[in-house]
């Protein structure tokens, strides 16, 4: 019976060690976890911050712009050249807009594709029929013919066993 106290013994120190390990995990995984969200949270802040020097530097780029784009800085004179020809560019496409607006009449603000092309349509005394082409299936794939069966590979020359002169003899 002392072994089997012996037993129950060494197995109660086992479980307890068991135990006591998987506590010390536990408490190295809560704490590896917390750094692994604190790090999210670091680079979430981090992004925000870049976002806030972004913005910073958009705005000084901005009052500079305003401040001095008819006699700009040697560096900075091709950057704001760039911002004159895009303003340029959008007037001239807003000029556009404008006048394709007064061809088409007070309606224009209101007017979506379909409309404008019915109206069109009535007007020259044309039919016009708008279609969506829907895609064509695919016809089903045609079932695989069976594989070939593989020709058999040249049989193997058999090992070659040890001779009898080769052999350790056998003492009984």
């Known amino acids: 019976m002392s072994g089997f106290n012996d037993f129950m013994d060494k197995a109660g120190a086992l479980a307890s060690k068991a135990a006591e390990k998987a506590k010390d995990l536990a408490s190295v995984a809560a704490v590896k976890t917390k750094q692994v969200s604190r790090i999210?949270?670091?680079?979430?802040d981090i992004s925000a911050q870049k976002d806030t020097i972004k913005k910073a530097?958009?705005?000084i780029g901005r009052l500079y712009y305003e401040a001095h784009h008819d006699a700009p800085d040697g560096e900075l004179a091709q950057a704001c050249q760039e911002i004159d020809v895009a303003k340029d560019a959008i007037c001239q496409m807003e000029a556009e807009i404008a006048q394709l607006k007064e061809e088409i009449g007070p309606e224009a603000n209101d007017a979506d594709f379909a409309s404008v092309v019915d109206e069109t349509a009535a007007q020259a005394d044309v039919e016009v029929e708008i279609t969506v082409e829907e895609p064509v299936p695919e016809p089903p794939a045609e079932p695989e013919a069976p594989a070939a069966p593989e020709t058999p590979a040249e049989?193997?020359?058999?090992?070659?066993?040890?001779?009898?002169?080769?052999?350790?003899p056998h003492w009984n």
């Open 155 to 168: 049989p193997e020359a058999p090992a070659e066993s040890p001779k009898p002169e080769d052999e350790e």
């Open 57 to 59: 530097y958009a705005e």
């Open 40 to 44: 999210a949270k670091l680079n979430m």
